[in-house]
């Protein structure tokens, strides 16, 4: 007796329509059995599917636990065929199998792509994009492996996605579809003008067919009478006319295959899309659920205008209720003058574009972020197979009452409060495994105190490879953070590249590896001779200094460490800044500005006379770059230990002929950059820099314009009006400077107001009154 013939159905996109018209062929049809094409190991979670617990978006993750970065996703939708067929059988108690290849397996050849990748990558099958081989997902371009876009070149279309959309998905609920599409393949693999898909390896091609059919064969041997195969359309010909069970099994001999493990983990429409990088061939995943939802209901069209209206009234944008009539009228008027039964999102963007948006782009990119994509995102049921790791992660959020969301949401932690301290910990040291469920950001004005943090969390789906990959380091998580740190510590063997990993362990509170890492930052202190390492540390740990009491950590040893710091910077800093280029000053200047906020921050005995001192040193050695020298004596001065008429004589030397007009132009930037007060409250500083400017000529002037431009632009604009202030004084003749022997009468107006337009070039203000 014959074994019976299997019904084909098959699929490209995640698409509503293919969806109604499945679910109405498999109704009709009433299977016993269900053969879809995903990964064999797929199987061991199907058990989950029909519980309510499980609601999509979600995907089934398959991955080698020995090597976790080996694995590939299998996503699905509500609106998914794939989706709703595995509904149908649940529903009906049929059993279902995995037809497609092992991701395990591994081919015999040397030059096979199977199991090849070390990160994850999209499963290539009937529910996602093929990786390598495309499934039904998004097709590429046009071309001699693209059957979807000679099909459209044959319509009179350039768009593949268009073609199939008008033919398929828009016929919704007619189960001929794919009797259409089965045929529309057979003659285009018959016809040798589309001999395999774009992008994948034949050879491994072959070998998933056979897989295929040996799965069938087993399922017909078993006795089923009506067997349903939904599958990507590509590969129906070869499940309808199939050579003998010999000449399959010998395209598989020699594989080996490889244990590998499945689970479920929540996806998100974001993670659906072509952009996504494990997309699964929708681009508007949002606009495919709400066809799902209401695409057979008469107002469609005024339901999705309605939730536009909402969304655009909710960030501030006008959105009235006429608004939401005339864009109907407009989309269905669209719809008709281009033939078509319903408006799709084509006419739905064109009518949102012209009646909320007045033609501006920004709104239109709002609707499809927040609606036409969409930020859903899936759940799983708590029993589903998982690492410890993965499930103390878990129980941390229930705790804790932070779920994963797939939504950007800034939260505020206040940490005197012993539950926003624990969450504080948790977004920390998943951090530190790899998982950036959150990101700091800078405190608003009001809560600068160490007492605040501020985080925006998005969870991406990929995190839950991540953790699996993380499971390695410890069965919780604080097992596994301390034992990534303990080995990036040991790893790094610079005093910059460790320095910040010291604070991460003591905000993620690891007791365990705070010692390792501390052992470690004492001994490459000791061992640096690297000014500008020593200078880079300090910052971080003072700052940890200062405010590790709040997490009541103990920072006693890290302040012992920042007093090395300290001293060692003060004996060599002065010896490391000798002849130094342009360049080189350049660097070194925001180092001396973040070690003087670290001294001062700190407060520490004996800090502030070591920085001092090294900053005196380096104020009065010759062969400094002005751009130092002249911020030391500016700290200097702030700091007391250099009076105002001190500053005056050595700027007076700086700014002598012997100087040279780069080198003084560089001294008075050290001296001035970031605040002109200085020389605003000083007459004796202004009076020097006024003469100065007014000796260079020539070439000197216009050598040093540039730099002296980069120092004025520093300064807030209020600095610069009273700048241009005392400018227009001077011009004017007017200006009595105390302690200067020059007077009114020794002012040449005439050429002070020729001098006008250059002064008011380097403020960069307008020309001032001549």
Request: glycine share 10%; hydrophobic share 45%.
């Amino acid at each position: 007796m014959a074994a019976p013939a299997p019904h084909l159905f098959g699929v490209r996109h995640h698409g509503p329509g293919s969806a109604r018209s499945l679910e109405a062929a498999l109704e009709a049809l009433q299977p016993d059995c269900l053969l879809l094409e995903a990964p064999a190991e797929a199987e061991t979670v199907l058990g989950f599917v029909g519980s309510e617990e499980l609601r999509p978006p979600v995907a089934i993750l398959v991955y080698d636990p020995s090597e976790p970065s080996r694995a590939s996703y299998l996503p699905f939708g509500e609106f998914s065929p794939e989706w709703r067929a595995l509904i149908h059988a649940a529903r009906r108690r049929i059993p279902v199998r995995m037809m497609d290849l092992p991701r395990g397996f591994d081919a015999p050849e040397p030059d096979s792509k199977a199991g090849t990748g070390t990160g994850p990558e999209p499963v290539s099958d009937a529910a996602s994009t093929s990786s390598p081989e495309p499934g039904p997902g998004p097709e590429p371009a046009a071309g001699e492996g693209d059957p979807w876009g000679f099909l459209a070149r044959l319509s009179g279309l350039q768009d593949p996605e268009e073609w199939w959309e008008q033919c398929v998905e828009r016929q919704g609920g007619a189960v001929e579809v794919f009797a259409a599409v089965h045929e529309a393949m057979c003659a285009l693999r018959k016809s040798g003008r589309v001999t395999s898909l774009q992008r994948s390896d034949p050879a491994r091609e072959e070998r998933r067919e056979a897989h295929m059919r040996q799965v069938l064969r087993a399922a017909q041997k078993e006795g089923f009478q009506r067997i349903a195969v939904v599958c990507g359309a590509w590969h129906t010909p070869a499940l309808a006319e199939m050579p003998t069970a010999k000449e399959d099994a010998a395209r598989l001999k020699g594989g080996t295959k490889r244990r590998m493990s499945a689970t479920w983990i929540p996806w998100t429409h974001g993670r659906l899309t072509f952009e996504s990088g494990y997309g699964a061939g929708v681009a508007s995943p949002g606009w495919y659920g709400f066809l799902w939802d209401h695409g057979t209901s008469p107002d469609a069209t005024t339901r999705w205008m309605v939730h536009v209206a909402r969304l655009l009234r909710g960030e501030d944008l006008d959105a009235s209720s006429a608004g939401v009539i005339e864009a109907v009228r407009l989309a269905e008027t669209l719809a008709d003058l281009r033939g078509l039964r319903v408006p799709g999102l084509g006419e739905m963007d064109q009518a949102v574009l012209t009646v909320f948006c007045g033609g501006q782009v920004g709104p239109l990119r709002l609707v499809r972020e927040k609606l036409v994509v969409g930020d859903r995102m899936g759940r799983v049921p708590d029993g589903v197979p998982s690492v410890p790791l993965v499930d103390d992660v878990a129980r941390e959020q229930r705790r804790l009452r932070l779920p994963p969301e797939a939504l950007d949401r800034d939260l505020e932690l206040d940490l005197r409060k012993p539950n926003d301290l624990d969450r504080s910990r948790l977004l920390h040291r998943l951090d530190l495994v790899g998982v950036p469920w959150g990101r700091l950001l800078v405190s608003p004005a009001s809560h600068r105190g160490t007492f605040h943090e501020k985080w925006r969390l998005r969870w991406m789906p990929e995190f839950a490879v991540a953790l699996i990959q993380a499971g390695a380091w410890g069965n919780t998580l604080e097992a596994a953070a301390t034992t990534r740190v303990v080995l990036l510590s040991a790893e790094t063997d610079s005093l910059p590249g460790l320095t910040p990993l010291l604070p991460r362990a003591l905000l993620s509170d690891l007791p365990g590896a705070v010692g390792p890492v501390m052992g470690r930052l004492q001994a490459l202190a000791a061992a640096s001779g690297d000014v500008a390492h020593l200078m880079d540390a300090l910052p971080p740990l003072a700052s940890l200094g200062r405010y590790g009491s709040v997490r009541q950590h103990d920072v006693e040893t890290v302040l012992g460490i920042v007093d090395g710091l300290v001293a060692r910077i003060g004996v060599a800093l002065p010896v490391a800044c000798g002849s130094l280029s342009s360049e080189a000053a350049e660097e070194v200047f925001p180092r001396v500005l973040a070690v003087q906020e670290a001294v001062a921050l700190l407060q520490r005995p004996g800090h502030a006379e070591a920085w001092q001192g090294a900053l005196s040193r380096l104020a009065g050695l010759p062969g400094i770059h002005g751009l130092v020298a002249g911020r030391a004596c500016r700290l200097l001065m702030q700091a007391g230990r250099m009076d105002a008429a001190e500053v005056a004589r050595r700027l007076g030397l700086a700014l002598s002929p012997a100087s040279g007009p780069e080198s003084a132009a560089a001294w008075v930037d050290g001296l001035l950059r970031g605040s002109g007060l200085m020389v605003v409250h000083d007459p004796v500083l202004w009076r020097l820099l006024d003469d100065w400017l007014v000796s260079l000529r020539g070439e000197a002037f216009r050598t040093v314009l540039p730099l002296l431009r980069r120092t004025f632009s520093s300064f807030p604009v209020a600095e610069r009006r009273q700048i241009a202030a005392l400018a227009d004084a001077a011009a004017s003749g007017r200006l009595g400077l105390e302690g200067s022997a020059a007077t009114a009468t020794d002012v040449d107006v005439g050429r002070a107001r020729a001098a006008l337009p250059i002064v008011s070039r380097l403020l960069g203000l307008p020309h001032l009154p001549t």
